[in-house]
């Protein structure tokens, strides 16, 4: 007897023409980044681990989108970061305050144990030479909290495209603290998963109406094979984001 195969799901993603036009009147063009450093891009992959995504068919209907732009920006000379929950995380009084108890302990477990690769959701395409990272926030970017920034200020990035999960949470806040930090942000639109369409599209209008582009997987391999490495490499030395 055959296991049928877990349940996956898309979001019906949408952002409003009124956000477009008001861009559009503002800027002149729907989206402020119309190419990328391909040398100094990086596809920031959010807490894609079996705490989210085996309850959650929105996260495994985002796997192969989010493999794609991984092999699209590594075959473009970007980089890949793959960004779990710290592991020796503690449940902190606010946690267990905010949470209570059993639920704040469970967060703070959430990111399991072991090397980071090996925590990662299984069908994810991992690649040597892809940064691995541990985050103690729900941001991926917040000063302190997260070994991220220091990873990619060696590698030189300075536009980050968020994926992963959860839209409205980790991901929404790694997209705000990123582009507090100076970095050019896109978010990939299909690539990340939320509970709900609600709550995924409140995050997609929020991070196109003030923080950074938001754009489907298809747009930016687009994006990525048209634009030109104007670095010339990969790893040169980081530049200023101020």
Request: some cysteine; glycine content about 8%; charged content about 25%.
């Amino acid at each position: 007897m055959s296991v049928a195969e877990p349940e996956r799901r898309e979001h019906r993603w949408r952002i409003d023409a009124r956000e477009y036009d008001r861009h559009e009147q503002r800027r002149g063009r729907r989206f402020a980044y119309e190419t990328v450093d391909q040398c100094r891009t990086a596809l920031v992959v959010v807490d894609m681990i079996p705490f989210f995504v085996d309850h959650n068919p929105y996260c495994r209907g985002v796997v192969p989108n989010i493999n794609r732009l991984a092999g699209a920006v590594r075959a473009a000379g970007g980089h890949v970061a793959w960004v779990v929950p710290d592991a020796e995380a503690v449940a902190s009084v606010w946690a267990i305050e905010f949470y209570g108890s059993t639920v704040g302990a469970r967060y703070a477990e959430s990111g399991g144990s072991g090397p980071i690769r090996e925590r990662l959701w299984p069908a994810l395409d991992v690649c040597d030479g892809d940064i691995l990272a541990e985050k103690s926030a729900a941001s991926a970017f917040f000063p302190g909290r997260s070994t991220l920034p220091d990873l990619l200020a060696e590698r030189g990035a300075t536009t980050v495209v968020i994926a992963g999960t959860v839209t409205n949470v980790c991901c929404e806040s790694s997209a705000r603290d990123a582009s507090t930090l100076g970095y050019r942000v896109v978010m990939a639109a299909d690539a990340c998963a939320a509970l709900d369409d609600e709550s995924h599209n409140a995050t997609l209008r929020t991070i196109y109406r003030s923080f950074g582009d938001v754009r489907p997987t298809d747009e930016v391999v687009v994006l990525m094979d048209s634009s030109p490495s104007v670095s010339g490499r990969a790893g040169d030395a980081p530049v200023s984001l101020a």
